[in-house]
């Protein structure tokens, strides 16, 4: 379930950075600077001006922009979502101490088929060039 209730009925809450995850989900749907009123489309069960709060914080943080649209705002995310992601592994890997050990046991449990696609960027063969 994505916030609102559980399976029960009853209200859960939920956890930290869910809500922001959300957010940004919608926002890369959107494939566009929207305004919140779309954003809370894809997230119904938050109220709109908790939406505008974690826009706000998100813009703070630099993942989103904001800009003038009439008399509201538009957003979009600053990042796509591999980007995202990359910028969080790198995040990790920075508080992660020992960079050896944490490379070395990230790539002893990759699976076979991601080894394979690691080796060929390392290399610069990109998959996606052909």
Request: charged share 25%; net charge negative; glycine share 14%.
């Amino acid at each position: 379930m994505a916030g609102g209730e559980d399976g029960r009925g009853e209200a859960r809450r939920r956890a930290r950075g869910e809500l922001e995850g959300e957010v940004l989900a919608a926002l890369w749907a959107a494939g566009g600077p929207v305004p919140a009123t779309v954003v809370q489309e894809q997230v119904p069960d938050a109220a709109y001006t908790t939406l505008l709060t974690i826009l706000t914080r998100l813009g703070d943080k630099g993942m989103v922009t904001r800009q003038r649209a009439g008399r509201s705002y538009v957003y979009a995310p600053v990042d796509d979502q591999a980007g995202h992601a990359a910028a969080g592994m790198h995040s990790l890997l920075d508080e992660g101490g020992d960079r050896a050990a944490v490379l070395a046991r990230f790539v002893s449990d990759l699976s076979s088929d991601d080894e394979r696609l690691l080796e060929q960027l390392l290399h610069g063969d990109h998959p996606d060039r052909g």
